[in-house]
């Protein structure tokens, strides 16, 4: 029998980026707000002995524990859906923090094509290019960029973003917070080239900051020290903006703000006489596997993507959408990425060793509708970019095409190679089609007994040519920086679950301005219940060929208004 | 108590150093040598030391170049696994190969705990062979696959060359490796269960593991590793040195090597 414990004034599904903007935000505003983790506590001081591959970029210490949860996953509906047993293709986040702990910082906002895509494409090509014969669903967001960009200068300014103005992303209402990070000459080298070519090359804008900033919030985020442990780690100078060093403080230092650890929400409860609203969530302990209910008068759900999904689907809310007949909004338009690169091979060695996670140079000329669509099979692209994130030698062996991948010759080519290459990549877009989708598991089940997530996903025709256009430029560009030998990325196969691509999954809970196409509304709020909010990149209506965080980081300060004008007026914010 | 015990060991090393032929000389070349014994041993500066001596004759004491073994308590299969691992990484005229990086070591601590036990991968039934894009289905631990392995690497040898994998020259060593990696050799169970490839796969990423990990792990000794690659292993910051235009030769540093 669950324990009741007593209402609070917003309860948060997780404690992440999301979470704790929207506990930071509510919590200021005099709310009571309790955010239940079911990771652990932790924080910079837990990051001191961090410098090891081994650990956090191999095994993965920081990220989900996959025997407990993890999801299925087929490439079509006529394969069995089999547990993805082991992290690979996307590494989850668990613990306080989540994915905002170990994520690099590469920090760009959507453009404004993004929000519009399906009005801007059918204005400018005619309905045709909206390719829905061949299954893709292209969706106006029902926001635009307009709309969205005071959020996106409020969550730039909470992490104090390092970098420079974009000639080709959407208009800003003021410069980045801090100038950009240091032009190495590995970046210059890249400058150069894809200037040369007409491209318009930037700094990429870095949660890694360039100075200590101290954010609107009285919080002090540090100077990055280029160490080159970012990606997958924690970073031990809290230079790398995170929600433990920033949201999470914020919203503890109240007063009005409880976090839970070792609390794993199981679902949702809907309120027995009023099916338009929720009255809290019922969680389990995972040391003691005691079961609680958490009475709250607005549930806001920040887990990740998939789970945010899977806390919809079990409690009941919504209706799951069905290939076949195209029914039903909650689990469609699943998207992913692809990522069309080249590496180059050089004579001269450089200090890839060096770096920090958004040190890096990108263009968006081949992103977004930026370039023209009219002869192209595909419609986006994607941010091409070189990075120094810090290579390390554990799962860094280039080598070049037909080099065997052990012995000798191995050995040999991946010691030369490991400061003799560059990579310079297209971060893809993928856009959402009828046969790719989130369900629920009918055999796996999670360590409380709750159904898996099952993922049906694959690459489709628009993605490889897309693949293929972003690692043709992405060549050329090694190509003018002087490589004595480019090696293009192969043509793109069936997506698979095994290898590392990225953890940037979307959809799912998508967001719109019609129930009948979408989850929430443009306030995150659920269609079906007035007092429960769905944040994350599970609302994304497609996926865009940038990091996701950015728009993330907006869409729920956005939602955090929401939350707080409905915890003082209710009612459904469409309407007002 | 403890030089008894130490004795017994020295005494099974012993009989072990004859069945496998090399007291009598009957294996060439160091890296056998290296796989459990001190490795400084075939650089020929350890005969006349009497420590040195101990360690050649097998004695776990605990060194970097002899800290004994957690998993693999029979010496062949070690042997076998050492002798794989050399072949993946070996030694040549840039450095030392996976033997005397470690690596083995650090593999038999691994299979020892939490990477061997899968303890952080989803292990619940019911398991079924499944596509490529579905990855790793068995429901072996990696200890058990490793075993398995192990077990069928000499299988194939004997099988192919009439003798035990770790006695096969290099070149028949590849040979037998590469039926594994292309998914080619037997193991002796339903594709289900295990497929060579998953097992080559795992020896491959466990070697450059342990010949890149921190040395806290026991593979890449004395960085040996890192110095090879001209990787500066754990350094606090680089703030003064990202922008230069040479390239930076820094001598290489652990995680825990410049602390008490």
């Not at chain 1, 400018?124 to 292209?138: C, N, P, Q, S």
């Not at chain 2, 004859?18 to 075939?42: C, H, P, Q, R």
């Not at chain 2, 794989?84 to 030694?91: D, L, T, V």
Request: glycine residues 12%.
């Amino acid at each position: 029998m669950a324990k009741e414990l007593d209402k609070v004034d917003v309860l948060t599904v997780g404690v992440g980026w999301t979470g704790g903007i929207i506990a930071a935000e509510a919590a200021k505003e005099g709310l009571k707000v309790v955010g239940l983790e079911r990771g652990k506590e932790r924080g910079t001081e837990d990051y001191q002995n961090i410098h090891d591959e081994y650990k956090y970029a191999i095994r993965y210490e920081l990220m989900q524990d996959v025997s407990k949860e993890t999801l299925t996953f087929r490439n079509s509906p006529d394969q069995r859906a089999l547990p993805m047993r082991q992290l690979g293709s996307f590494l989850l986040g668990e613990n306080l923090g989540g994915a905002g702990t170990h994520w690099n910082g590469q920090t760009w906002r959507f453009l404004p094509y993004d929000f519009e895509i399906r009005s801007m494409t059918e204005e400018k090509y005619g309905e045709d290019k909206l390719m829905e014969d061949d299954g893709y669903r292209l969706q106006d967001w029902g926001i635009t960029y307009d709309e969205l960009e005071p959020y996106f200068d409020r969550f730039e300014k909470t992490c104090g973003l390092s970098g420079e103005e974009n000639p080709l992303g959407g208009k800003r209402s003021d410069a980045y917070p801090t100038p950009p990070m240091i032009k190495t000459p590995i970046l210059k080298k890249f400058e150069k080239a894809s200037s040369g070519l007409g491209y318009s090359p930037i700094m990429m804008p870095s949660a890694n900051l360039s100075e200590a900033f101290e954010n609107p919030d009285g919080q002090k985020i540090q100077a990055c020290q280029y160490c080159a442990f970012c990606e997958r780690f924690g970073c031990e100078y809290g230079a790398k903006s995170s929600p433990e060093i920033t949201v999470i403080p914020t919203a503890r230092e109240t007063g009005n703000f409880e976090v839970r650890t070792h609390a794993n929400v199981v679902e949702i409860l809907t309120d027995e006489d009023d099916d338009s609203r929720v009255t809290g969530v019922k969680y389990v302990d995972t040391r003691t596997r005691e079961e609680f209910i958490q009475p709250a008068d607005v549930v806001v759900l920040n887990s990740y993507v998939f789970n945010n999904y899977k806390l919809l689907r079990v409690s009941d809310i919504g209706k799951q959408y069905d290939p076949e007949t195209e029914e039903g909004t909650l689990g469609r338009s699943y998207c992913y990425q692809i990522f069309g690169g080249a590496t180059g091979f050089f004579d001269e060695q450089f200090n890839t060793f060096m770096g920090a996670g958004a040190l890096g140079m990108a263009f968006d000329d081949h992103n977004g509708d930026n370039f023209d669509h009219s002869d192209l099979d595909f419609l986006h692209g994607g941010n091409i970019s070189v990075t120094q994130t810090g290579s390390r030698p554990i799962a860094n062996n280039p080598l070049r095409p037909d080099t065997p991948s052990w012995g000798s010759e191995f050995k040999k080519e991946s010691i030369e190679n490991y400061t003799r290459t560059l990579s310079v990549s297209g971060q893809g877009a993928t856009l959402p089609h009828k046969d790719n989708y989130i369900d629920l598991d009918e055999t796996y089940k999670d360590d409380y007994g709750v159904p898996l997530v099952k993922l049906t996903y694959n690459f489709k025709n628009q993605d490889r040519a897309r693949h293929q256009h972003l690692a043709e430029r992405s060549a050329e560009v090694l190509e003018e920086m002087g490589a004595k030998e480019v090696s293009k990325a192969a043509e793109l196969g069936d997506y698979s679950i095994v290898p590392y691509q990225s953890t940037h999954n979307t959809g799912g809970t998508i967001m719109g301005d019609d129930p009948e196409k979408s989850v929430v509304n443009n306030w995150l709020q659920h269609w079906d219940r007035d007092n429960l909010f769905v944040v994350g990149a599970g609302n994304f209506v497609h996926n865009s060929g940038y990091n996701p965080t950015g728009t993330v980081g907006a869409l729920a300060y956005r939602c955090a208004e929401g939350v707080i004008r409905f915890a003082k007026e209710g009612g459904r914010l469409e309407d007002k | 108590m403890a030089q008894k015990g130490s004795d017994d060991k020295q005494f099974s090393r012993r009989d072990f150093l004859k069945t496998t032929g090399v007291a009598t000389g009957g294996i060439i070349g160091g890296s056998l040598l290296g796989g459990f014994v001190g490795y400084n041993l075939d650089d020929g500066d350890t005969a006349s030391d009497t420590s040195g001596e101990n360690k050649g004759e097998g004695a776990a004491d605990g060194s970097a170049e002899n800290p004994g073994r957690i998993f693999f308590h029979n010496d062949a299969q070690f042997e076998t696994i050492s002798q794989a691992m050399e072949r993946i990484y070996p030694e040549d005229d840039m450095g030392p190969g996976a033997i005397k990086l470690g690596a083995p070591y650090f593999l038999d601590m691994q299979l020892a705990g939490a990477y061997g036990n899968n303890s952080k991968e989803y292990m619940k039934g019911p398991f079924y062979e499944g596509e490529p894009t579905q990855g790793y289905q068995s429901r072996l631990t990696r200890a058990e696959l490793f075993t398995l392995g192990i077990e069928r690497l000499d299988a194939e040898a004997n099988e192919a060359f009439d003798d035990d994998f770790s006695k096969l020259d290099g070149e028949d060593m590849d040979e037998v490796l590469t039926k594994f990696q292309k998914g080619e050799a037997d193991m002796g169970v339903p594709p289900a269960t295990a497929k060579s490839e998953d097992f080559f796969n795992l020896l491959r990423s466990a070697t450059i593991e342990g010949v890149y990990c921190d040395p806290m792990y026991r593979g890449n000794r004395g960085m040996e590793g890192w110095k090879m690659k001209q990787f500066p292993g754990h350094q606090h910051q680089y703030i003064d040195k990202i922008d230069s235009g040479e390239f930076e030769d820094i001598k290489p540093q652990s995680l825990y090597g410049g602390k008490s």
